[in-house]
């Protein structure tokens, strides 16, 4: 059964032991912070503070922080599951004749069955608030020492596509200005920066007013839909529906106060608001998931004009900073779901990696089965030009035979592969908005490494060695002496 709503995620944390109430009143300046980052570290529990310092509000933190979270918050035995679910819907092509096309029709129906559904109210709309509201209510945190304030930072953030119509929804962290208005920290390459853009562009409105984008903001859901927000999804490819179809039922929807925007009609709280088209201010520094702070930038401005919740809500939070937190676990997850799709272009690549160090943007390591001279050349520009993986700052590409999984043994293969003049090939191009070491913000390189073994037709004219390895019939053999010579 998919979960209704958050509380009903947290209600089967709390059954797989997954989950610890926190009684003892916590500030969510730092503090709140400090309790998730060690939980995390050392495999600890989700956690729900119930008297967090200054609300009536509880937190919710780290719902997604280990991979049997990430299994329960998605209802799978294994993350592995979703993707072979996603390979089997993209290999459905319509098969020949009119028995073919006739078995097809099931799968074409639990395609209908992903589409969020509108539903007049739900208990978003418990409490409609047009004035005497304020952020402060919540726990919202303030992560980091050098942060520049509080932040929310596991929104659900929903804007329309001005051309196409079509619904978007990120996950963009919103910097507390005051008990109205937030920054807005989309990102120059994300889809709420897009439809920002060519809003843009139109320019004032006949009256000769700056136009204003609607923005509408869900926090706390259903743990797929909440998790739909941070998903890589292509433009107007609208995340309700993945989130439909990662739970199995649609996501319900419902039309917001002020705007004609929608959002999940289960959500906890829903800010409602504008964005002025041409108002910026400074946003950051953030304690980052890079665990560096990102330095301050110029960001859009959000301005709050409806608070819609629940009677009693429940905040939902998360901290970046030093990795592993919270969402190494979500980028783990995604980068297993994901692998299905990048092989439908990619049938070359055999699996791929990101480890925690790297932050997901710094490094991926790949395993590809080589077919013809420069073949890892070819995978790294591909992935270089493939959707968010554009941002990745070091490809390691290895044949098939190493275990990308396993870091020590990429290092080792990888390292013995390459002579690093002729295997590492540099490019320019568009950089994760966090990197801090780009010579311009958004701007700056990016190397691959061809860690294959090096054929004959790439100019590599000496023999290749084998790696070495001990027949099993020795090892068997051994595993007779190793006990006679009482070794146990
Ligand atoms: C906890 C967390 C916080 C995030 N904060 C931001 C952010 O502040 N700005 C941003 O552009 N992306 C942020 N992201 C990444 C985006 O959510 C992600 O790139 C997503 O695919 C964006 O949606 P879009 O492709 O519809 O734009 C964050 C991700 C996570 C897991
Ligand atoms: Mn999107």
């Given at each position: 059964m998919p979960y209704s709503d958050l509380r009903d995620f947290i209600d089967e944390l709390e059954k797989k032991k997954e989950l610890k109430r926190i009684s003892v009143e916590v500030d969510p300046f730092l503090e709140i912070?400090?309790?998730?980052?060690?939980?995390?570290?050392?495999?600890?529990?989700?956690?729900?503070?119930?008297?967090?310092?200054?609300?009536?509000?509880?937190?919710?933190?780290?719902?997604?922080?280990?991979?049997?979270?990430?299994?329960?918050?998605?209802?799978?035995e294994s993350v592995e599951s979703v993707a072979q679910r996603i390979y089997e819907f993209l290999e459905m092509r319509m098969p020949e004749g009119l028995i073919g096309k006739l078995k097809m029709l099931p799968k074409l129906a639990e395609v209908g069955a992903f589409f969020p559904k509108m539903v007049s109210s739900g208990p978003s709309k418990d409490i409609i608030r047009h004035d005497n509201f304020s952020l402060n209510e919540f726990p919202?945190?303030?992560?980091?020492?050098?942060?520049?304030?509080?932040?929310?930072?596991?929104?659900?953030?929903?804007?329309?596509?001005?051309?196409?119509?079509?619904?978007?929804?990120?996950?963009?962290?919103?910097?507390?200005?005051?008990?109205?208005?937030?920054?807005?920290?989309?990102?120059?390459?994300?889809?709420?920066?897009?439809?920002?853009?060519?809003?843009?562009?139109?320019?004032?409105?006949?009256?000769?007013?700056?136009?204003?984008?609607?923005?509408?903001?869900?926090i706390g859901s259903d743990p797929a839909t909440m998790y739909s927000a941070i998903l890589p999804l292509p433009p107007d490819l609208d995340e309700m529906m993945m989130a439909g179809f990662l739970r199995?039922?649609?996501?319900?929807?419902?039309?917001?106060?002020?705007?004609?925007?929608?959002?999940?009609?289960?959500?906890?709280?829903?800010?409602?608001?504008?964005?002025?088209?041409?108002?910026?201010?400074?946003?950051?520094?953030?304690?980052?998931?890079?665990g560096f702070y990102s330095l301050e930038d110029e960001y859009p401005v959000f301005h709050i004009t409806c608070v819609t919740q629940r009677k009693h809500p429940i905040y939902a939070t998360t901290i970046v900073g030093p990795p592993p937190m919270e969402d190494f676990y979500m980028g783990k997850a995604i980068e297993r779901i994901f692998l299905p799709l990048m092989r439908l272009q990619l049938p070359e690549i055999r699996d791929i990696s990101m480890p925690a160090e790297g932050v997901f943007h710094n490094l991926i390591m790949v395993s590809i089965r080589k077919s013809y001279p420069l073949?890892?050349?070819?995978?790294?520009?591909?992935?270089?030009?493939?959707?968010?993986?554009?941002?990745?700052?070091?490809?390691?590409?290895v044949d098939e035979d190493v275990d990308v999984q396993d870091v020590r043994e990429v290092a080792w293969k990888a390292l013995n592969n390459i002579d690093p003049e002729r295997d590492i090939q540099f490019v320019l191009g568009p950089v994760d908005s966090l990197d801090h070491s780009s010579r311009m913000p958004n701007y700056g390189s990016k190397m691959g490494i061809d860690a294959t073994r090096k054929w004959r037709e790439?100019?590599?004219?000496?023999?290749?060695?084998?790696?070495?390895?001990?027949?099993?019939e020795v090892k068997q053999r051994v595993n007779q002496l190793w006990k006679k010579a009482g070794l146990a």
């Open positions: 912070t400090e309790f998730a980052d060690r939980s995390v570290k050392n495999n600890g529990p989700a956690l729900l503070f119930e008297k967090p310092k200054g609300s009536r509000v509880p937190v919710l933190i780290n719902g997604f922080a280990s991979m049997r979270r990430m299994e329960l918050a998605l209802e799978v919202i945190l303030h992560c980091w020492p050098q942060d520049g304030g509080r932040f929310i930072t596991l929104p659900m953030v929903f804007s329309r596509n001005p051309d196409t119509g079509k619904r978007n929804c990120g996950c963009y962290r919103m910097q507390v200005y005051d008990e109205r208005t937030t920054g807005m920290h989309w990102q120059t390459h994300k889809h709420g920066a897009e439809h920002y853009r060519r809003l843009l562009k139109e320019g004032k409105t006949k009256e000769g007013k700056a136009p204003r984008m609607d923005v509408a903001v869900a199995g039922k649609p996501v319900e929807m419902v039309k917001c106060e002020m705007s004609d925007l929608e959002v999940p009609a289960n959500a906890e709280i829903v800010l409602e608001g504008y964005v002025e088209i041409g108002e910026n201010r400074t946003e950051g520094p953030f304690g980052d998931h890079t073949h890892a050349r070819k995978v790294m520009h591909a992935i270089w030009g493939l959707g968010q993986a554009m941002f990745s700052k070091c490809i390691v590409v790439e100019g590599f004219q000496r023999p290749w060695p084998d790696v070495i390895r001990m027949p099993d």
